[in-house]
């Protein structure tokens, strides 16, 4: 299986074990002071254990704190920082991995020089400001916690003369210099998505009329210095690549793909080892974030590696939500190298081993949800949805893998997300588990959640056949009662019956097409699900918009409502920045601060509240999809307590409603309690 993806690979003088990187990622674990520590080290650890041939780094600073995007990130700027880089690279080398460190300068975007007050270094006074639609879509707490990040003041530019040119240049040779000392294998130099390299390669933001503005070849001017010094300092033989933007969406002037092929080519030039390839698009636009650079579509830029490698002779990096099958056959067919993999390390640190040992199916899938890359936007520490590990291998990853001291019996009841990875989790440490489920399949709330988004079905699929792997007594059509529970006399019971998802009490909630609550695993079991051409969804979560999204694209005529000021808040808001851009593009209308008041045969009244006043709303609806309201329901654990059948332990949306993350979570979180 997967034999050329798993094949070694030389970038330069660097021999890899196979061709699978993890793709650098910004993930704010590092305190604030820049140097590395065992937290960090743990993560990126667990990725060399876990089969990566290259770990990429996240975003190193050359020049900490300036050139920052935070405080929370490596720095590289100063020896002192050496111990942890050192320590890094032996800990990643332990594992047979190779460490490339990224470095950057991040330019416009050094959050943390405009948070301290010092001016952002840029080619050019900048004659353009982006679309800044980021606004739009976020809730209060959430454009409060992005300008705290920032600092809030207005950002000052300074524009970069001859000696700052002359500085960046060294800047990046001194921390190649020191990535090689402290045993690094070779540095990846960010030359995209925005920042300070990508800046002077963009027509769009470099409007300079020296040697290093004007044409293509006097834009890579800087980018070809700052290749060949870090080979002089750091030695010839020292691996240096970029990562370039094959383009620059939605900017005016942006970097076409004509340009950055040239860009390529003029690296590969002036010394570079291999050309990493990823895009970018104007970052003050929420929606074009899923656009560029964390791509959206399933291998969004592999015609842009394609198109680079027929230009360069050095080794080409793919990236982009690139599938184990496909990045196998990339390579086969010679259209990459090396495939980098960013999002899938965060949700399973083992990847390249399960592959290795031939078992795809036990890699836990990404659901593309986006939880990870929205904490850094408020300066804070990556989450994964579906792995409670990342981020926290220092605390997590032994008890993990442990075995418990004492088996014990467990009954879990409810085979929705939470109950199925407490199962899991628990019958990894040792323990004897039973899984009861009222319904007649596993799946629960995840379930309806994969019949409208496809890489929930993937989860759902993994999560079945690990409980089924490790041997959890699964018991469909099974009502957990105390006296059953009794019966089976467990040590400890989990509960995880979801949550309550109750008629709404308003005139006309009675009527045959209000859907709600069970009505919906019906409804959402065919294709083409049976309700009228006119449908109203109430309840803007997850499920709504996921819904909303199933069935414009049924050909349906649909309302979203919700009594909140910000439709899909439960989403991570770069998801919820793509999904609702692409409901208004297909024309669902979407309706916030809404209250329903009435629901008729043919439609529903509501009051939708204004700035100034409130207005009436009357909606034509076929049928009513009513998925607000759900509330936590913990009231089995309550009648086991009070029978004292055995400790019970509330999970998932029985505990209230957390969605997947919280599910997963809170069902990893009993599990290693037990
Ligand atoms: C949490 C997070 C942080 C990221 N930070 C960086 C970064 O520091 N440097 C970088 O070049 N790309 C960064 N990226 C982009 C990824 O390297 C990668 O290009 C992108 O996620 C697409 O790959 P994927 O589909 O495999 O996730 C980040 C992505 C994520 C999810």
Redesign the pocket.
């Known amino acids: 299986m997967f034999p050329h993806l798993l094949s070694p690979v030389r970038i330069g003088t660097l021999e890899l074990r196979n061709r699978i990187a993890m ?5 704010e674990i590092v305190d604030d002071d820049g140097v590395l520590r065992e937290r960090m080290i743990r993560y990126y650890e667990e990725r060399a254990r876990g089969g990566a041939g290259l770990v ?1 780094s ?2 190193a600073a050359i020049a900490y704190p300036r050139g920052a995007t935070t405080a929370h990130q490596i720095a590289i700027s100063d020896d002192r920082y050496l111990p942890g880089l050192a320590e890094l690279a032996r800990r990643v080398h332990a594992h047979g991995a190779k460490l490339a460190l ?1 470095l ?1 300068h991040h330019g416009k975007v050094s959050r943390l020089d405009q948070k301290q007050g010092r001016e952002l270094l840029m080619p050019s006074e900048p004659r353009w400001h982006g679309a800044m639609d980021m606004a739009r879509d976020l809730t209060r707490e959430e454009l409060g916690a992005m300008i705290a990040a920032s600092g809030g003041a207005p950002p000052k530019i300074r524009v970069a003369t001859r000696e700052d040119i002359a500085w960046l240049v060294d800047r990046f040779a001194d921390a190649a210099e020191r990535a090689r000392r402290a045993g690094a294998d070779a540095v990846e130099l ?1 030359a ?2 925005g920042y300070i390299l990508s800046e002077f390669l963009s027509p769009a933001w470099n409007h300079r009329d020296d040697e290093y503005g004007g044409p293509v070849e006097n834009r890579a001017r800087l980018l070809q210095e700052v290749i060949r010094a870090c080979k002089q300092r750091a030695g010839e033989d020292f691996p240096v690549w970029c ?1 370039l933007d094959a383009v620059e969406l939605r900017t005016p002037d942006g970097i076409r793909f004509e340009d950055a092929q040239r860009t390529a080519e003029l690296a590969e030039a002036a010394g570079a080892d291999a050309i990493h390839v ?1 895009a970018y698009a104007d970052s003050t636009s929420g929606p074009a974030f899923t656009e560029a ?3 959206h579509r399933e291998s969004g830029y592999v015609g842009y590696a394609e198109g680079i490698k027929r230009r360069v002779r050095v080794p080409v990096i793919a ?4 599938e184990f099958e496909l990045a196998d056959r990339l390579i086969a067919e010679g259209r990459a190298d090396v495939v ?7 949700a399973d640190a083992e990847l390249g081993r399960k592959l290795a040992a031939g078992r795809p199916q036990d890699v836990r899938p ?1 659901v593309y949800c986006y939880t ?2 929205a ?2 936007f408020f300066d804070r520490r ?1 989450r994964c949805a579906v792995n409670p590990v990342t981020a926290n291998e220092i605390d997590l990853a032994m008890l993990e893998r442990a075995k418990a001291a004492t088996p014990r019996r467990v009954l879990v009841v409810g085979g929705g997300p939470a109950g199925l990875e407490a199962a899991r989790v628990a019958a990894r440490r040792g323990h004897s588990v039973t899984l009861c489920e009222r319904a007649d399949v596993l799946g629960g709330a995840l379930r309806l959640a994969a019949r409208t988004y496809e890489p929930n079905a993937r989860l759902l699929r993994w999560l079945e056949a690990q409980v089924r792997d490790l041997g959890v007594s699964v018991r469909l059509r099974a009502t957990v009662t105390p006296a059953l529970a009794r019966e089976l006399a467990p040590d400890v019971v989990v509960v995880a019956t979801g949550a309550r998802r109750d008629r709404p009490s308003l005139p006309g909630a009675e009527l045959p097409h209000v859907l709600t609550g069970d009505d919906l695993a019906r409804v959402l079991a065919s294709d083409d699900p049976p309700v009228g051409a006119r449908v109203a969804i109430v309840g803007a979560a997850l499920a709504g918009v996921s819904l909303a999204e199933l069935l414009r694209a049924r050909g349906r005529e649909v309302t979203l409502l919700d009594e909140g000021p910000t439709l899909g808040a439960a989403m991570a808001h770069p998801r919820r920045w793509r999904a609702l851009a692409d409901l208004r593009e297909q024309g669902v209308a979407l309706v916030a601060n809404a209250r329903v008041r009435v629901i008729g045969a043919k439609s529903l009244h509501a009051v939708v509240e204004e700035k100034v006043a409130a207005r009436e709303l009357e909606i034509a609806a076929d049928h009513v999809i009513w998925l607000a309201g759900w509330t936590g329901d913990a009231a089995l654990a309550e009648s086991l307590r009070a029978e004292g059948v055995a400790p019970a332990l509330v999970i998932g949306d029985a505990g209230g409603v957390g969605y997947l993350e919280g599910a997963i979570h809170s069902g990893f979180h009993a599990a290693i309690r037990i």
Do not use: N, T
């Open positions: 793709s650098p990622m910004g993930v990429i996240e975003v990224q950057v960010h995209g998505h990562r990823s650079p964390l791509v990236v982009g939500r690139i980098a993999m960013a999002r899938k390390h965060l990404c990870c890359v904490q850094p990556v």
